[in-house]
């Protein structure tokens, strides 16, 4: 008997449907950023090259191979790449490497040096022309692509320091000030999605108890050290943090189902409890708690 072709090609059309082929389409996102994007000085910055494409061929892992990393734990399908320069402006990213990140991504986040203007610390004019430019460039590549800003966290030399430009002030101050830059430069562009709370997620751990908030004087007993031996870059632990606060705010899903045994974590070495502590950190700060 043979079988008529409306048939045929409902069953084809259920095959292809249920075949991996046809599974979720992997979705692009693209870091750019500098040392703190990289996890510079910690364990962090060479995690799992092979799992994200680094478009300057350094072999760097980064925050961009947890995010990574995270979301195949979590179902996710993405293609992770990255384009990092250690000490660089959104403008040297601009400039010098738009040949590089000028392609038609799905998602962008974008990281600016940790005192904004590296001659005037604190001064946000630079952010509010580079961020809104790069943020054209992606969404002339692909009018659909979403492009977040990260603001980063609170440096411990800047606020402990004589020296430093937040001397004096409470320690969240830096990145609350950061994030209020961020918030300028997001409301000037109409590409620009959000803003990445990721200072504001240090603050937070400081302020729970999870983290020490003060590095020079020593580490309280049970509290972590989020920066790294430097008081300026991240520690892993840090760098853990920030990771799982854009993982979360980027896909929508609560950093928390990663679980105390979440395996980036073990692999760096931090115990279950200060994985699952942190997790419920960036689950608070980004309003899933």
């Known amino acids: 008997m043979r079988v008529p072709r409306t048939v045929i090609a409902m069953l084809a059309a259920l095959l292809a449907f249920a075949s991996p082929a046809s599974a979720e389409e992997r979705r692009t996102i693209l870091f750019i950023g500098n040392s703190f994007t990289q996890g510079a000085t910690s364990a962090v910055m060479h995690y799992r090259p092979e799992s994200v494409t680094d478009l300057n061929g350094e072999g760097v892992g980064g925050i961009p191979a947890l995010f990574a990393h995270f979301a195949e734990q979590a179902g996710q399908a993405w293609n992770v790449s990255h384009e990092t320069r250690g000490g660089s402006t959104l403008g ?19 990281q600016q040096y940790s005192v904004l203007d590296p001659d005037r610390p604190g001064d946000h004019a630079q952010t509010l022309a580079d961020a809104p430019a790069l943020a054209q460039m992606f969404a002339r590549a692909n009018p659909a692509v979403d492009v977040y800003l990260m603001a980063a966290w609170s440096r411990a030399d800047q606020v402990y320091r004589e020296d430093g430009h937040w001397h004096g002030r409470p320690v969240a101050a830096m990145a609350l000030d950061l994030r209020r830059a961020m918030d300028v430069a997001d409301a000037a562009s109409p590409e620009i999605d959000g803003v990445i709370p990721v200072g504001e997620a240090w603050n937070r751990a400081m302020s729970r108890g999870v983290a020490d908030p003060n590095p020079y004087d020593g580490r309280a007993f049970g509290q972590i050290d989020l920066w790294s031996y430097d008081q300026y870059h991240a520690s892993i632990e840090g760098s853990y943090l920030e990771a799982l606060v ?44």
């Open 92 to 110: 040297f990213h601009l400039n010098e490497r738009r040949d590089k990140i000028d392609a038609p991504w799905d998602v962008v986040v974008m």
């Open 246 to 289: 854009v993982f979360g705010y980027v896909t929508g899903i609560d950093p928390r189902t990663l679980g105390p045994n979440e395996q980036a974590a073990r692999d760096l070495g931090m115990p279950a409890r200060v994985a699952q502590a942190l997790q419920q950190v960036a689950a608070a700060q980004l309003g899933m708690v």
